[in-house]
DNA sequence: AGCGAGTATCTCGCTCGGCGAGATAATAGG
DNA sequence: CCTATTATCTCGCCGAGCGAGATACTCGCT
């Protein structure tokens, strides 16, 4: 399992960043009082604001992998801290939307933002092949994950 | 926070690529009766393994962020399991070392062994330049991850 | 040699995140 | 409208991980 040459190395480069950034976020989740499911959901709330997408308790909780139970329990947990907020559905009243509050979000950008400008910082000398040879990798490396099993 | 440029693209990539790996290993830690934790285990004594540094018990729980309590529980765990061994240091009989037993190993190759090779195979067709945009991207992305607080 | 400080691991009791089962509320279909 | 379905919540429990402290071994000092 050695230097089965260059490419093992990037798979391994690639781990440890995986590694780091879990890290980086449990320290996050532990400086501010949060689990590291907490601040799963908040990447989660987040990304779907950002995608101009509604969450519902139930679509929260299918992306983290909880069940009702737990997902209710993280609500509740979050929504006590000032995180969040349950609005109930319009259209159908039987749904709970969820809703990041203005702190949350900027808690989330206070810790994620200088990791993004980071990497936007060390891309923004690629020319046009390198960055697709990134964004290539990375899709591939997702595709694999994603399907592969 | 929306379209920021190419680059932003990279950067929602990895983070997917990151959600995707965790949830891979989540899939696998389940399948085999295992937590999270465990697996992040299993990993760091492979790596350990690989580098040929032996792994003791401390060693362990810290590369966790495990207190001594959490640790012993955690080996305790995996013996019981038997995905790990405990053997008496040596040289300095208050350790304990942690090693893998070969079962463990085959089990950790089997679910991240096909997803190394599709990572690699992807590698295989990029020339010299294109791997060391990518090495470059997640080494800078890794620094930033570890020093940036 | 032997004592005390330092280090590595383990034990005990507890907290709390997450699960399974089932209750409750709202919608959809015949 | 009455039943099946869907969305969420309540209750009781399990067990991972923590803090505090016990135990076992090593090392420096005299």
């Known amino acids: ?16 960043v995986t590694v780091e950034l879990g890290l980086h976020s449990a320290r996050f989740a532990h400086r501010n009082g949060m689990h ?13 604001s950002r995608a101009g997408t509604e969450m519902t308790v139930g679509r929260l909780g299918a992306a983290l992998g909880l069940n009702s139970a737990g997902t ?18 319009a259209g159908d009243r039987r ?23 980071a990497a936007v910082e060390l891309l923004r000398v ?16 997702l595709e694999a994950a994603t399907h592969g099993k």
Chains 1, 2 share one sequence.
């Open 36 to 48: 590291p499911t907490d601040v799963r959901a908040l990447i989660a709330l987040m990304d779907a």
């Open 72 to 89: 209710t329990a993280l609500i509740d947990r979050m929504e006590r801290a000032g995180q969040v907020r349950r609005v109930r559905g």
């Open 1 to 16: 399992m050695g230097n089965l040459g260059p490419e093992m190395e990037v798979v391994h480069l690639l781990r440890a």
């Open 95 to 117: 749904r709970v939307l969820v809703e990041v509050t203005e702190t949350a979000v900027e808690l989330g950008w206070a810790s994620f933002g200088p990791l993004i400008t």
């Open 126 to 141: 690629y020319d046009e092949r390198e960055l697709a040879a990134v964004k290539g990798f990375l899709a591939g490396v």
